[in-house]
């Protein structure tokens, strides 16, 4: 049976991937593979566990809700990109895992080539369009009008009725 820390611990890991046998090895309530999948099964059937794990995919759900201010950030972080937050000084590339939070977000794709050179593997680091991200903070803004010209003569007729002729 596993201890109240056990339980606990299960449920950090189990919310890391949502998967009870890998969530179960690594709160270390069991070691044998086989088992950890029983393990998980009773865990998750559990009242108590259950709630807590609704309650916190609850949560998690509510703070990555599409709001204004988040659509913003997003945009934003595509459109304040710069190509050097991703390179070391020496013009490398840095980890992807030492990339600034803004300059993952704003990545559309990453390449790996079978290439090398130098040595070094070619890897492509695509962004979102920033130009399309600038237009759409623009018009968020209200930075940018649309004026449209009429031209030609125009004829208005029009009577007041109640008047005296």
Known sequence: MAT??????F????MIDLNGSAAALRAKITESKTYASTVAWNLLG???????????????RASRALT??????MIRDIAETEVLDIYNADGTLRPFAEWPPHARRAVKSIE????????????????????????????????FTDNIEIG????????????PE
């Open 4 to 9: 109240k820390d056990q339980v606990a611990r």
């Open 11 to 14: 449920i950090d890991e189990y």
């Open 46 to 60: 559990r009242l108590d566990v259950r709630e807590e794990i609704d309650r916190r995919i609850a949560e998690r």
């Open 68 to 73: 204004v201010d988040r659509i913003e950030g």
């Open 112 to 143: 790996v080539e079978d290439s090398y050179i130098g040595g070094v593997q070619r890897i492509k680091v695509q962004f979102w369009d920033k130009k399309g991200a600038i237009e759409l903070l623009g018009r968020y803004k209200k930075m």
């Open 152 to 163: 030609g003569a125009v004829s208005v007729n029009f009577t007041l009725k109640g008047l």
